[in-house]
RNA sequence: GGCCCCAUCGUCUAGCGGUCCAGGACGUCGCCCUUUCACGGCGAAAACACGGGUUCGAGUCCCGUUGGGGUCACCA
């Protein structure tokens, strides 16, 4: 059993292809077998090594490994050059000597006429040589009679006239192959059993499996997985946003919460939600991914996300966020500060962003909750809570909440009114950790200075 | 337009003829916890597109309608 995931180098890895990605390779090491990885690199122009780099970083981020060495569909060329013309001594294609022009004439003939476009071309049966030097390219005599089926894997049997299927082309007038024939001589050569992709791919399935046949081949098994949508139930496409793999790890997502959104997009196993790796391999199949294709839902991943962050390892949390950071930070600190600071947020960009006060330097510049909650009152009473600290020697949680809620007492005011100024004048702003654990994490002598900058000595 | 595919809460989905006055999750809205924000807990609103069949019985099978999507290159 072999699967393969064949993307091409477009400059990034397209979550939709990640997906399909995805569902390859947990098919393939669900039943044990081989899972393929081989570049569709036959556009020059456009597979560029760092565009190829973005495609294997992407996969390696998520997770996911290839057997074998990566191929390349460039490499194999030749190979697809000769099956095209094995194909033509088989009397299954032909060289046909039609121009672009006269292609484009008869094409937009059709069109005004509002008939659907079926080339036929004169040169199908002709068994004339063409003109002297003349420039040609190879169609497949693809069969006119009957139907096609397919018994997808995804999409159940699948039939299509065969009157439907033109005499595409194979080879170019400059001799290159095209995709329809290069796909399926790759895949052949490289023994792939199970074809999974997208099922923007279900229409060529028909033209595949006519090369296949005529060269009397193995026929594959196919899985044509419905696409992703945008939240408007449009194709996704670059207005919806982030498209890239990449994007999304520069977001702040940890490869674990896309890998498992990515699964349940399309796939579902019962009431589960949460799937670790291990899971998936062991849960995945095909007759549960969905038929239509599915939208996707940002606040589905930020949620995933979240709640990955808090199962992730503080010093993992800790050095992503200190690369976010950037600079010197104390990444003892941080991983100290880690169990407060990760039940906090959706993703890593505001993981760093709670941190920020840890590293801040004084006098801490306020924001605006922050400012508004330093009223001369307030300021007053950090003025006390200055005092009663300053003589604090444990300088940990409960000793500190103790001190704390002394403070309020005496000066008659709910816990709120004095915590609130406190958390003001620690970190700059409204919403943070516990104070308790703001004062325990900054240390005594950093948060008495952060204090004094911003209270008003009681007895002035 | 031709061909092909699809259709359960706003979204992702469970459901594979009766156990479904349809379950879970995200989101939304309440309440609780609480020094803030989160986390956590509890609860609520929210769907079988429509119309015909088949069947004792249909979200589940068939047909049609409507709606959505994909594809129609010497791109991949």
């Known amino acids: 059993m072999v699967t393969r995931f064949a993307p091409s180098p477009t400059g990034f890895l397209h979550i939709g292809n990640a997906r399909t990605g995805l569902f390859s390779w947990l098919y393939a090491r669900h039943h044990g077998g081989k899972a393929l990885l081989r570049i569709e690199d036959t556009d020059k122009a456009r597979s560029t090594r760092e565009a190829i780099d973005v ?29 095209a013309h094995d194909l033509i001594e088989r009397g299954a294609a032909y060289r046909c000597y039609l121009t672009p022009e006269e292609l484009k004439e008869r094409r937009e003939k059709a069109q005004a006429e509002r008939r659907p476009f079926r080339l036929t071309s004169e040169w199908r049966d002709c068994t004339a040589a063409g003109p002297e030097g003349a420039p040609f390219v190879v169609r497949l005599k693809a069969p006119r009679e ?54 923007d791919h279900l229409n060529n399935a028909f033209r595949q499996l006519a090369i296949i046949r005529a060269m009397g081949w193995p026929e594959p098994t196919y899985a044509h997985i419905p696409l ?49 790796r291990e899971q998936a ?34 010093g993992r949390l800790a050095e992503l966020v200190a690369e976010r950071l950037g600079g010197e930070v104390d990444l003892d600190l941080l991983v100290r ?9 959706h993703d890593l960009g505001q993981l760093a962003d709670g941190a920020r006060f840890l590293f801040a330097q004084r006098p801490l510049e306020m924001d605006d909750g922050a400012a508004a909650l330093l009223t001369p009152e307030s300021r007053a009473l950090l003025g006390a809570a200055h005092r009663a600290l300053g003589k604090v020697s444990a300088w940990e949680h409960d000793e500190l909440e103790k001190v704390v809620r002394e403070v309020a007492d005496e000066a008659g005011v709910k816990l709120g009114k004095l915590a609130q100024p406190l958390r003001a004048a620690l970190t700059g702003r ?31």
């Open 55 to 83: 495609i294997l970083d992407g996969l390696a981020w998520l997770g996911l490994d290839w057997d074998e060495q990566v191929h390349f569909q460039s490499e194999f060329e030749a190979r697809h050059a000769e099956v």
């Open 146 to 199: 009957g139907e096609t089926a397919i018994d997808d894997l995804v999409q159940g049997r699948v039939a299509v006239a065969n009157a439907e299927i033109d005499d595409f082309v194979l080879l170019r007038s400059d001799g290159s192959p095209t995709y329809m024939l290069a796909v399926v001589v790759d895949d052949h050569d490289m023994g792939v059993t199970h074809i999974i992709r997208g099922d």
């Open 228 to 276: 992703i949508h945008g939240p408007d139930g449009a194709k996704l496409s670059k207005r919806h946003g982030a498209l890239g793999v990449h994007d999304y790890r520069d977001l702040g997502f940890l490869p674990e919460a896309l890998f498992n959104y990515l699964l349940r997009l399309g796939w579902g196993h019962g009431d589960d939600e949460i799937i670790s």
């Open 281 to 314: 391999i062991a849960w995945f199949d095909l007759d549960h991914v969905g038929k239509s294709p599915s939208r996707f839902d940002l606040k589905k991943l930020e949620s995933l996300n979240a709640h990955y962050i808090r199962e992730a390892d503080d």
């Open 337 to 345: 500060a880690m169990p407060e600071l990760k039940a906090r947020a």
């Open 430 to 460: 409204a919403t943070s950790p516990g104070i308790f654990d703001v004062l325990a994490l900054l240390g005594q002598g950093e948060s008495l200075g952060r204090i004094a900058d911003q209270m008003v000595e009681p007895n002035e």
